[in-house]
């Protein structure tokens, strides 16, 4: 009974923090076991979200396998004492955790928190994901991380290096019937060969046809172990190649990617790479100033496929005047196209202040699907802030956008 008892305690109490880097390399050199480095900070709401997680009993059990660091430079209380925030370690300890961390494995003083990185014993980072992750993501890192460690290189079930093998050389095919489930399965697979053979076919030697297949399957939220190679693709002579890049890059979304989302903006690509780069950049940084400015110019383009993408990616932008005067002169604009899509980001943003405006349009609006988008802005207006937006809103979009690339 008195195990019973101990065990249940110890699947309760929390992740294990180290309080010594160097310590705790040691300790995982010992057990030759990877080492799970937590950067988090107050300010943002995902590390909030993430000491949910960390105190998670299924992954709180799991970390016993693991060597752990919590590294935040946020002070919570005296310097000496236990720390509110990060049990079983006191501020100091997780500040100078965090300073001995990021010159480590992040190389710069600005932080991307939260991010969670897995090390090998010898110091070698084996992956990393920055902003939320959910506990089923970690779980896979973790076991991905572990099987890399327990083999010296990389590791797995019996026959999965020789899968992967297999799987990469069907990648290569130029047969898309062959080539296209061989690279999705490679996205799936939880091991760090298939990461690798997926980023080994971003070699411009490889057919372009595989190249974008490759790098929609490592487009992951937060998959900061693609982005330099994913943007290195910006550059691209091929535009399928330069397109799935900028794609990719704003399902990571990360603010890494805005410098060289910026750069290929301003060599002014053909459209259709050119479009893609507005919601990429709103995805990556809503907030920056640059991007704000970009992104309204842009709701103004001749060129159809910028302007409407551009609208699309208001719907995550601050509401500020010109915002409104935008979204308002689309209402009764020329095309089907950007009326539909102009009054389903009033209807998903609830600008009340339109609605007015958009029901004097409805009244006269003689396209089908127009019509239909604007009846489900109108009634998605009236729920309350906080309520969710019915599926039939946002499916409506599909109307009024061609999204050759897949974004889920």
């Known amino acids: 009974m008195l195990a019973t008892v101990l065990a249940a305690c110890l699947l309760t109490e929390g992740i294990a923090w180290e309080k010594d880097f160097d310590a705790a390399f040691a300790k995982a050199k010992e057990r ?26 299924e ?17 919570h209380g005296d310097e000496a ?25 992040v190389g710069t003083e600005a ?3 939260p991010q969670h990185v897995l090390v090998s014993p010898d110091r070698k980072v084996l992956m990393r994901r920055a902003y939320y992750v959910g506990k089923s993501e970690l779980m896979k890192m973790l076991r991905m991380a572990e099987k890399s460690v327990l083999s010296g290189k990389y590791a797995g079930a019996e026959g999965e290096e020789k899968q992967i093998a297999e799987l990469l050389k069907s990648a290569k095919d130029r047969n898309a019937v062959t080539r296209k489930p061989a690279i999705a399965e490679l996205g799936k697979l939880e091991h760090l060969a298939a990461r690798d053979a997926l980023l080994e076919l971003l070699d ?15 487009a992951t939220k937060g998959n900061y172990d693609a982005l330099d190679k994913i943007a290195a693709q910006l550059s691209d ?25 910026l750069k290929l903006w301003k060599k002014k690509p053909i459209g259709m790479i050119a479009g893609e780069i507005p919601r990429a950049l709103t995805a990556c940084a809503p907030n920056d100033a640059e991007v704000l400015s970009l992104v309204k110019k842009a709701c103004k383009s001749a060129d159809s496929h910028i302007e409407l993408n551009s609208i699309y990616a208001l719907r995550t932008l601050p509401t500020d005047a010109e915002v409104l005067k935008i979204l308002e002169s ?13 009054s389903w980001v009033i209807g998903v943003k609830r600008e009340r202040s339109l609605e007015a405006k958009l029901a004097a349009q409805l009244a ?24 969710k937006a019915p599926p039939s809103l946002l499916d409506a979009v599909g109307k009024f956008l061609n999204d050759e690339i897949p974004r889920s």
């Open 364 to 387: 006269k609006e003689n396209d089908l699907d127009v019509k239909s988008c604007m009846s489900l802005a109108l009634d998605n207006l009236k729920l309350e802030d906080g309520a």
């Open 32 to 57: 030759n076991v990877p080492v799970l480095v937590c950067f988090n900070m107050d300010t943002e709401s995902a590390s909030e979200s993430t000491l949910a997680i960390y105190k998670e009993p």
């Open 59 to 75: 992954l709180v059990d799991r970390s016993r396998d693991f060597v752990c660091l919590i590294a935040s430079a946020a002070k």
């Open 330 to 342: 689309k209402i009764e604009d020329k095309s089907g196209r950007v009326r539909g899509l102009g």
């Open 204 to 218: 411009s030697k490889n057919m372009t046809e595989t190249r974008t297949d490759a790098i929609d399957a490592l």
């Open 111 to 113: 932080v991307i928190s």
């Open 237 to 261: 002579t091929q535009a399928q190649v330069a397109r799935h890049a900028v794609v990719a890059l704003e399902k990571i979304g990360l603010p890494a990617a805005v410098a060289p989302l």
């Open 81 to 105: 004492a236990p720390c509110p925030r990060f049990e079983g370690v006191t501020c100091g300890e997780h500040q100078k955790m965090e300073i001995k961390a990021s010159e480590a494995f």
